[in-house]
């Protein structure tokens, strides 16, 4: 009997003494954990940071990040996880029926939650639909808007029921294809073609552990982007020739990423996934055209790999998410903001905007905008629109914004705007230096959040038989001669 419980002593103190030994003497070499984090640094003592605990609390992480068999223990607890609970540790990430994996946010959007109203998409369309005439009239430019497809609107039969996917609700997605129909704006629509193709298609077109289109997919889209252009420009484009596809369960790519980002022990068992091998025709007879892409992740499954350079000149660009250039940025950081605007339009032929459902709050980045900003004669620019659209781009803002409106039961573009004009109001009185559309914007807001002075001016706009806002514009107009230019 003593001599089991000494073995079992020494037994429990080798196990206990294995991650001291791994981490000192890597014995095991083990693979790195898949997506995105942010290594914990070593922390620095201080005596501040010891009496408030907070140097204890940081190193405590600092060693449970870099114990030995650190990877292997973090896969070990999330399969345990997924196997009896069906949870997926990894951010953003839904464990759908079937085993079926979505990131949230493209099921908030499918089920209306990420609604921002009719007025703001409305706006952005009618910036579109003028930006594509202009740019093609005065430079020959093709603008398009292309809505790329979204696992949760080709998969809703997997969405969980808590999400309530059943209902037949107002989305971005919907609106902005209903408002480019009204305006007779030229769009092409990827996630409805990817719907209707979801029963014959003889691939798969989405993984069910990745988020993006299958590489599949991927080649079909290419192929569809070098047809439109083909068509509105009358040219003959290289052609894309499939010379095999191998068919198989050992995925590529962006097939099983999020099966990755869950950090597993194995790869989940799933159906087989299509990967071409593609070719290109191209001769004298064929012409390349100028293109340049702003798009979401969906967009480097075709530049990742360059094929998508054998159907564009050489210096094709993707402005990812409107803010990094690449193929430049592989090399050197290159950002959008540093570039001539206006130089970098007016050489292209063709402009595809592109989004994701996920995205469509916040669709193509403010890169509509910008160019209407840049286009539009006699352009004025509404700082709270500005605010707007600010709030819109930064998720974690927007996001609580959405909930509160929800809790609230008032309409998410209500509750934003409100946001933007507190956020104007408030740099407003922190500074002294402002021009002209600040001024006539900061007394605006003052008229119209002041009920009894709002009701002055519409009773002035009735008697007068214009509208409020002309009757506000001349007044402010007044105000501002008055109360600040005097004062120059």
Not at 38 to 60: G, I, L, R
Not at 447 to 470: H, M
């Amino acid at each position: 009997m003593k001599k089991i419980k000494f073995f079992l002593f020494i037994l429990i103190f080798i196990v206990l003494l294995l991650p001291v030994l791994q981490k000192i003497y890597p014995i095991i070499k083990l693979n790195q954990l898949g997506g995105a984090f942010t290594p914990m640094e070593k922390p620095v003592f201080s005596t501040a940071d010891w009496f408030s605990e907070k140097y204890q609390q940081q190193y405590n992480k600092y060693l449970e990040e870099n114990i030995g068999f650190h990877e292997f223990l973090v896969k070990l607890h999330n399969t345990l996880d997924f196997v009896l609970f069906k949870k997926a540790n990894a951010e953003g990430v839904v464990t759908g029926k079937k085993n079926y994996m979505f990131e949230e946010d493209y099921i908030l959007e499918y089920n209306g939650y990420l609604f921002i109203g009719k007025t703001p998409i409305e706006r952005k369309v009618r910036q579109i639909k003028f930006l594509q005439d202009y740019l093609k009239k005065n430079f020959n430019i093709d603008f398009i808007p292309i809505f790329e497809p979204g696992k949760a609107s080709f998969f809703p039969e997997f969405i969980p029921d808590r999400y309530h996917p059943e209902k037949n609700v107002i989305t971005n997605y919907k609106y902005y294809i209903e408002c480019c129909n009204k305006y007779k704006v030229r769009f092409i629509d990827m996630n409805s073609w990817f719907m209707a193709m979801k029963s014959t298609s003889k691939y798969p077109l989405f993984p069910q552990y990745g988020i993006h289109w299958s590489t599949y997919g991927a080649i079909l889209a290419m192929d569809s982007l070098s047809k439109f252009i083909e068509n509105c420009r009358n040219i003959n484009m290289p052609d894309i020739i499939i010379k095999n596809i191998k068919y198989t369960d050992s995925l590529q790519g962006v097939d099983y990423d999020l099966g990755k980002s869950m950090n597993l022990l194995y790869q989940i068992p799933t159906y087989k996934m299509a990967y071409p091998e593609i070719t290109f025709l191209n001769n004298k007879t064929k012409t390349k055209p100028s293109v340049l892409v702003i798009g979401d992740s969906f967009y480097f499954q075709l530049l990742g790999e360059g094929k998508i350079l054998n159907l564009f000149t050489n210096d094709h660009s993707f402005w990812c998410y409107n803010a990094e250039v690449f193929p430049d940025y592989c090399k050197k950081e290159t950002k959008v903001e540093k570039l001539d605007l206006k130089k970098e339009i007016e050489k292209q032929d063709v402009i595809f905007a592109m989004c994701t459902e996920r995205f469509l709050h916040m669709a193509f980045w403010n890169f509509t905008e910008n160019l209407y900003k840049l286009y539009y004669p006699n352009y004025f620019e509404d700082n709270i629109l500005v605010n707007e659209n600010a709030i819109r781009r930064v998720d974690p803002w927007f996001k609580n914004l959405v909930r509160e409106a929800h809790v609230k039961n008032i309409p998410t573009e209500e509750w934003i705007r409100k946001n933007a004009e507190y956020v104007f109001t408030e740099n407003f009185t922190k500074t002294t230096q402002h021009t002209k559309t600040e001024w006539m914007t900061y007394y605006k807001l003052q008229i119209l959040n002041d009920r009894s002075k709002k009701e002055l001016y519409e009773q002035e706009a009735k008697k007068l038989k214009v509208s409020l806002d002309e009757v506000i514009v001349k007044e402010i107009e007044k105000k501002y001669n008055d109360e600040v230019l005097t004062k120059k």
